[in-house]
């Protein structure tokens, strides 16, 4: 139970800049999710939390406390890394009470956070294991079990899932959603996977090249992606970007390009009138393309070509031509689309996302 | 099945084929150290010899400081090695762990101290020993020793080290221990089957070792096996009865630190630390 500050932390690996002033608060009992494409720096700033690497310039803040120069074992943080880390020569029980007798606990107290902990992870029939007689997914909760027994001020994962199939980390998922419950903790947890995201966080943390590029709820990075970058990362299939200018034509606005012209209504970007034509960005979901023939906006509605269709089970992924303008939308499967056949649709206005052309930042609220 | 078998019989063929290599000039030594002494040169091929007795064995015991040259040998050899062994997993880790400047012109030049000949060292090592006022003496002999098998040694413990993989040593460190405490607890516990061949590469070589002993030893009283029994090799004749019975005898204490050895030599103790 613990807040965790970040203040303009800047980490090098010789001439590399990994991190370039990051700067974070992580709130007392928060579960901060930090996401982003690989080699962003996501497990750098763990590391460096825990005092495994040094912090080239910036302070890191535990409780109010700098720790910049305290070893990772006086920093009461718990870890479980990506590869799980456990120890070889040690059973199950031995792996979990490690760090408990090396702050000499009593016996029976050790005994007794063991057996809690087992209980929680359900690994009491592995007690005596060694971790080479384990599966993946019991090691991954074995993992997690040496952490939990610490009962430390923060817990950091790192993409601790990402070495299980599809069906286990839906289960650890949820398991780690009822844990952070239980637990009552700080949590601090790098995933590459949208999902863990959108599921686990209280807060998002998106990173791309060393820098935050957004930080908020789930859904605030979601709805309100504050650039191009973070748009583009979150959500899945991934976000449609149009460039293009906003055109004025008798009181009303269009983004328009050489391919499509899209309506503009005043609620879906009311500082329209200031970009009025200037270059930007459109930004809309696969999911905000409406297809379907009574909810679309007929007055504007535009029409294009199916070019391929790529069934999921319960949707599918139409591939859109108009002009030149490839566009995905996402429809109810078997929609009766074939390829080559002509197809209308609309756009969510709502969640229409409108950027600065040259800034890529976000233009509309 | 059938290809299974014929491999079987193949491998079994090739082991049991190596081991009467290995075996044969053994049990020859062994029948010699046995035959009474008039027939000590004989070549009668029975194992146990007509007459056979163990008065060689006796002699041996009675009649020279056997026992104080096997005495001599054992001290040496046994500080040799867990001297050997310490500094070489200390700084093999080091080598493995850490960046600092000329590890690699280091590591080189350790390598290439083994690729000089032995002979040509036993000057410079004879000058420093005498220096250093340590003639005769068992300290003498175990620097000596324990730095020639020291490159061997760090290379093999470095080598092992690299496969153990770093995060080990991060979480013990994230769970409470300081460098030392995870080289300790987590590093040394894993590398067992290492740690007991540099052991045994140590042991064997400072036990076997004669022309070292020869020039730094020179009171019989110091002596370790080796020169002792060179010693047997009189002038005149030579008693080789006794001195198959003392090549009998010095086998004994390397064979039980084999034996006690291989239950550490199990490798594969990483397997199951990462990943699935
Ligand atoms: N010890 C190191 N020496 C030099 N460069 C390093 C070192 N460790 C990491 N880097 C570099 O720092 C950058 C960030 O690495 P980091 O491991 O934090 O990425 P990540 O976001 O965790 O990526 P992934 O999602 O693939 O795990 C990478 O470009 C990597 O090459
Ligand atoms: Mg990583």
Redesign the pocket.
Known sequence: MASVTFKKIVKK??D?L?LDGVDLEIRDHEFVVIV??????????L?LLAGL?EITSGDIEIDGLKVNDLPPAKREIAMVF?DYALYPHMTVKENMSFALKLRHFPKDEIEKRVKESASILQLEKLLNRMPKQLSGGQRQRVAIGRAIVRKPKVFLF??PLSNLDAKLREEMRVEIARLYQKLNSTIVY?T?DQVEAMTLAGRVVV?NKGHIQQSGTPLDVYRKPQNVFVAGFIGSPTMNFLRGKIEKQEDFFYFSNQSVKIFLPLFSFPEVEKYSGKDVILGIRPDDIILDDKKIDHAHKISGNVEVIELLGHRENIYIKVGDQKILAVGEAFSNFSPGSLVEFSFNYKNIHIFDATTEKRINS | MKRETAKQILIHLALISAAIICVYPLSRIFTVSIRPGDRVISTDLALIPDGATFLSYMKLLKETYFLRWLFNSLVITVTTSMIGVSLASTAAYAFSRFNFFGKKSAMIMLLSTQMIPAGMLILPLFLMIMKMNLMNTYLGMIIAYSVSSLPFSIWILKGYYDTIPKSLEEAAMVDGTGYVGAFWRVILPLSAPALSIAFLFNFTSAWNEYLVARVVLFSSKQYTWTLGLFELQGQFITQWGMFAAGSMLVTIPVLLVFLYSSKWLVSGLTLGSVKG
């Open positions: 690996y010789n590399n990994i982003g494409p690989s080699g962003c720096g996501k497990t750098t700033m590391r690497e990506q790192d993409e790098v590459h990173m």
